[in-house]
């Protein structure tokens, strides 16, 4: 099964954003204990190109690592050659995403208008991140299908249990699940673990319901 399949059958991609190497491998396992198959490690987090590398080896085989806040091509290069399967942006950068194409990598920067949305896939972006989704909410998805229905959507910001589904049902490919999943720079304790792993439980029960 292809990279972009995965996205589409798993549907929710973790993001782990603020921890360093040791804690983002706990998470990580935490996360694939709840069910959670799909991981992104934001770049702005302490040492997340080794992080990226080193979760390849600690983390079952048919688990995906890619980058987030990917800022510009020189930084998804980094990280493609860390190991990143696929390329996360907050932003529509055209370099970034033609950069990472070269590399044959999934491409998923972050777009808020049509026009945006519409440029990021001319420039040849695989999944366009709708982002902040908390602004939009899930009918904006079906909106935007309306007149762009080939375009594959990941809504990302303000994701949760409870409107999960709705983001699903009117059309988006998956979601990008940030604090609702783990929370930020909370010390990773066991207890905290535990939590992650009945909040991953939580998301992927309700893919069950779909």
Do not use: C, W
Not at 14 to 21: C, K, L, P, Q
Not at 76 to 102: Q, W
Not at 124 to 139: E, H, R
Not at 168 to 189: D, E, F, H
């Amino acid at each position: 099964m292809d990279i972009l399949k995965r996205v589409e059958t798993e549907k929710l991609i973790a993001i782990i954003r603020g921890y360093n190497t040791n804690e983002t491998i706990k998470i990580a396992k935490a996360l694939y204990e709840g069910g959670i198959r799909l991981l992104e490690v934001t770049l702005n987090s302490d040492n997340a190109l080794d992080t990226i590398g080193a979760l390849h080896s600690h983390l079952e085989k048919d688990v995906l690592i890619g980058a987030g806040t990917v800022l510009d091509s020189e930084s998804a290069v980094l990280a493609i050659k860390a190991g990143a399967k696929f390329i996360i942006s907050p932003t529509l950068d055209v370099e970034t995403i033609k950069a990472t194409k070269r590399y044959g990598v999934i491409s998923i920067p972050a777009a808020f208008t049509p026009t945006e949305i519409l440029t990021a896939v001319e420039a040849g972006a695989d999944i366009v991140k709708v982002f902040p989704a908390s602004s939009l909410g899930p009918n904006y998805v079906k909106d935007i299908h309306g007149p762009l229905p080939h375009i594959k959507l990941l809504p990302t910001g303000g994701v949760n249990v409870e409107n999960v589904n709705e983001f699903i049902k009117k059309g988006a490919i998956g979601v990008g699940l940030g604090s609702s999943l783990v929370p930020n720079t909370i010390k990773v304790t066991d207890e905290f673990l535990d939590q992650v792993t009945n909040n991953a439980k939580q998301f992927t029960s309700k893919m069950k319901t779909l």
